[in-house]
Nanobody, 125 residues
Framework: QVQLVESGGGLVQAGGSLRVSCAASGRTFSSYAMGWFRQAPGKEREFVAAISWSGGSTHYADSVKGRFTISRDNAKNTVYLQMNSLKPEDTAVYYC??????????????????WGQGTQVTVSS
């Protein structure tokens, strides 16, 4: 399994930007696709973005497409989520996740078996 630790959350005004990071432990990080999910109060956890093991392919939820960018640095065992043009409805706890099977490039909760502790992102109007 991969251990994941998110950082970089915080409070930002609507229209602003924020980058959250996820540091992974383990020598096999570069073989894993990775994903970001978020969970707002009273709502289910939802998919945000995913990136293939090489970084060559990405998926985004329609709600963030064109505003968020997922990237990774395999040399640093880190995956990033750059969030621009933030909206109050982006307020949530953001979770980094690794799939149950390293090469699985999925977008559903069931595809992911390792989770970080989450980092809070709050967007004020």
């Amino acid at each position: 399994q991969v251990q994941l630790v998110e950082s970089g959350g915080g409070l930002v005004q609507a229209g602003g930007s924020l980058r959250v990071s996820c540091a992974a432990s383990g020598r096999t990080f570069s073989s894993y696709a990775m994903g970001w999910f978020r969970q707002a109060p009273g709502k289910e956890r939802e998919f945000v973005a995913a990136i293939s093991w090489s970084g060559g392919s990405t998926h985004y939820a329609d709600s963030v497409k064109g505003r968020f960018t997922i990237s990774r640095d395999n040399a640093k065992n880190t995956v990033y989520l750059q969030m621009n043009s933030l909206k109050p409805e982006d307020t949530a706890v953001y979770y980094c996740a690794a799939p149950t099977v390293p090469g699985l490039f999925g977008t559903s909760l069931a595809d992911f078996g390792s989770w970080g502790q989450g980092t809070q992102v709050t967007v004020s109007s």
